[in-house]
């Protein structure tokens, strides 16, 4: 337990620090010959890259379409209805942030336009590890649906003698997709990034991933023309801002829901009640011992932090420092401190408001800004893929009169070119 307000400075932003991000040059370096591999050798490189990371000795790239579409067939009914649920909510949602032009006319015969125009091709990275993630093909592949890219490619790797999981396969046939790529690691976003013969080069790449993913992402939007990436990744994290009267038991299960996610999680409470941290400890300790994935939220504990705070006013202003990916507010009435969130990705309010519930099924989007870019980063929204441009038409009244601004500034400049520009129109329209 941290006393806050007896804490030093140092101590303070200790409780506060993320675990490292591996980094390293070694990932850096391992990362550029695996870029440079797919650029140059296509698909030849990533069936060579899946017998080496994935253990697949007859591997292949593209998923059949006949294969995508007998896929919910291999469902049970509950485990569909599931997806079903979660991918009408997250549409739901998701189409209402359909964006509208805008058009207004800033001077008499000046029109300005804003339009928007869907991001023609777009790449959405699926992790495979331990589990397969159909929730993260609908938070990514829903947008990408709603907002009308002509090319949507799914990259996911598949390990040893395995078949890619059908409920990948449904909640990408749910979004429409039919490219479906058999690989991952850096050489998937390579090969989104550059194209092969077979996997489609597209102009922005979506997606968690490990160190690999995000190293490959961050050196392809460097390297590769018109190349963009949604956001900065990191381990996933949670911050739970309680009162006296919150639940321990339910305290203790929204930490452990993000620190199952990986060892480099890390999950922290903030209340004003010292009755609280020692409650939630013992729900955590008794819930711990019940989990499948126990070694690693164990771990993920190793990183927490148990902030005891003089009043919630002040636990929030510990939470804007931190940044948290997500946000759970266990109070009895949040709505007068809604007004103090700041800088956190996905806000989850009340009692019975649990982190997974926007993970999956709620609506909302689960890919957040984390280790603190929630300050400057936004959730995954519709507008992500959509790029935005503008239009002026002017006439001759117009361009006379928006003259005044455009010659004095381009001579302050002394851009006489961009005032030539403007002033041979207007002997024209003297001359007509």
Not at 213 to 234: E, F, H, N, R, S
Request: aromatic share 6%.
């Amino acid at each position: 337990m941290i006393l806050w307000n007896e804490a030093t400075a140092i101590e303070k932003q200790k409780a506060l620090l993320r675990p490292a991000v591996k980094q390293s040059q070694s990932v850096q370096t391992a990362t550029a010959a695996i870029l440079e591999q797919v650029k140059e050798q296509g698909d030849k490189a990533l069936l060579n890259l899946a017998q080496q990371f994935d253990k697949r000795s007859n591997a292949r790239l593209l998923v059949p379409h006949a294969e995508i579409a007998q896929a919910s067939s291999l469902l049970t009914t509950e485990l569909k209805t599931a997806i079903d649920i979660a991918y009408n909510n997250i549409k739901q949602f998701h189409q209402a942030q359909q964006p509208k032009a805008l058009k207004i006319e800033t001077t008499p015969g000046v029109v300005c336009e804003l339009k928007y125009q869907a991001i023609a091709a777009v790449g959405i990275y699926v992790p495979g590890g331990s589990a397969p993630l159909p929730s993260s093909v609908l938070m990514q592949g829903v947008l990408a649906q709603l907002a009308g890219a002509q090319t949507i490619v799914l990259a996911t790797p598949v390990k040893g003698s395995e078949t890619i999981n059908p409920a990948i396969l449904y909640a990408a046939q749910l979004c429409g997709i039919t490219t479906i790529v058999e690989a991952g690691g850096a050489g998937a976003i390579a090969a989104m990034a550059f194209g092969t013969e077979s996997v489609p080069k597209v102009f922005k790449i979506f997606g968690p991933g490990n160190s690999f993913v995000t190293m490959a992402k961050q050196l392809v939007a460097q390297q590769v023309p018109g190349l963009a990436i949604d956001m900065p990744a990191g381990p996933s994290e949670v911050l739970v801002i309680a009162d006296e009267r919150a639940n321990p038991e339910f305290i203790a299960a929204d930490l452990l829901s993000q620190a199952e996610h990986g060892e480099d999680s890390q999950v922290v409470l903030v209340t004003n009640s010292a009755n609280i941290i020692e409650a939630a400890q013992v729900a955590l300790s008794k819930q711990l011992n019940n989990l499948s994935r126990k070694d690693i939220a164990g771990a993920a504990l190793e990183n927490s932090s148990f902030i005891l705070v003089d009043s919630i006013e002040q636990a929030f202003e510990v939470s804007a420092q931190y940044g948290p990916e997500h946000l759970i507010l266990q109070l009895g009435d949040a709505t007068p401190y809604l007004d103090l969130v700041k800088n956190a990705g996905s806000v989850f309010v009340g009692d019975f408001t649990p982190e997974s519930a926007g993970d999956y099924a709620s609506g909302t989007n689960h890919v957040l800004p984390t280790y603190g870019y929630s300050q400057v980063y936004s959730s995954l929204n519709l507008l992500d893929f959509y790029r935005t441009y503008t239009i002026q038409t002017i006439s001759k009244s117009g361009l006379t009169e928006l003259a005044k601004a455009i010659l004095p500034l381009a001579a302050a400049e002394g851009l006489d070119a961009h005032g030539k520009a403007v002033s041979i129109r207007l002997e024209s329209i003297v001359n007509d």
